[in-house]
């Protein structure tokens, strides 16, 4: 596989399977996220979001589809009768390399950049939107011996719910 850098840009991103903290997480006794991988999963669902594939809008429901073809491991989640395939991307968000990703809390007061330590406060918000700049890695060979193309956040705007009592408690700094 071509090293090729590719983009992915979200606009109103559905985000599920939030662990900005990097905390280690278990499922039936087997470690699922391995204590310090920061991470979260983006539904890929042109409906619902607009994306932009290197700069191409993308108006494939199966878009999901393309980007495993392309080495990203998406989690796909058959549909039904009732509701269409769903379309997973896992996103790592790493503080370790040189270019730091910049990463925005949006609320009614403006945005606040978060860093290594803030970002955990997203595992608990209740985010009402995102819009999320994504970047592909270097190409890697998995578990299973394929290759492999890995999803990190480059940029993002997180816009917070906040309670009625927000505005009122808001002070300069």
């Given at each position: 596989?071509?090293?090729?850098?590719?983009?992915?840009?979200?606009?109103?991103?559905?985000?599920?399977?939030?662990?900005?903290?990097?905390?280690?997480?278990?499922?039936?006794?087997?470690?699922?996220?391995?204590?310090?991988?920061?991470?979260?999963?983006?539904?890929?669902?042109?409906?619902?979001?607009?994306?932009?594939?290197?700069?191409?809008?993308?108006?494939?429901?199966?878009?999901?589809?393309?980007?495993?073809?392309?080495?990203?491991?998406?989690?796909?989640?058959?549909?039904?009768?009732?509701?269409?395939t769903?379309?997973?991307?896992?996103?790592?968000?790493?503080?370790?390399?040189a270019?730091?990703?910049?990463?925005?809390?949006?609320?009614?007061?403006?945005?606040?950049?978060?860093?290594?330590?803030?970002?955990?406060?997203?595992?608990?918000?209740?985010?009402?939107?995102?819009?999320?700049?994504?970047?592909?890695?270097?190409?890697?060979?998995?578990?299973?011996?394929?290759?492999?193309?890995?999803?990190?956040?480059?940029?993002?705007y997180?816009?917070?719910?906040?309670?009625?009592?927000?505005?009122?408690?808001?002070?300069?700094?």
């Amino acid at each position: 596989m071509e090293i090729r850098r590719n983009k992915i840009d979200i606009a109103n991103a559905k985000i599920v399977f939030k662990n900005f903290s990097g905390m280690e997480k278990r499922k039936d006794g087997r470690v699922v996220n391995d204590a310090g991988n920061r991470n979260f999963n983006v539904i890929l669902d042109p409906e619902q979001s607009q994306i932009w594939w290197n700069d191409q809008e993308v108006t494939n429901p199966d878009f999901g589809q393309e980007l495993a073809a392309n080495g990203f491991r998406v989690s796909i989640k058959p549909g039904d009768e009732e509701r269409p395939t769903e379309y997973r991307l896992p996103v790592a968000v790493s503080f370790k390399s040189a270019i730091k990703p910049k990463l925005y809390l949006v609320t009614a007061r403006g945005k606040v950049e978060l860093d290594e330590d803030s970002i955990n406060e997203l595992d608990f918000a209740d985010i009402i939107k995102a819009d999320i700049v994504i970047n592909s890695g270097r190409p890697y060979i998995d578990n299973r011996g394929e290759e492999k193309v890995k999803a990190w956040c480059n940029e993002a705007y997180f816009t917070i719910s906040e309670s009625r009592f927000a505005d009122e408690y808001s002070f300069e700094q």
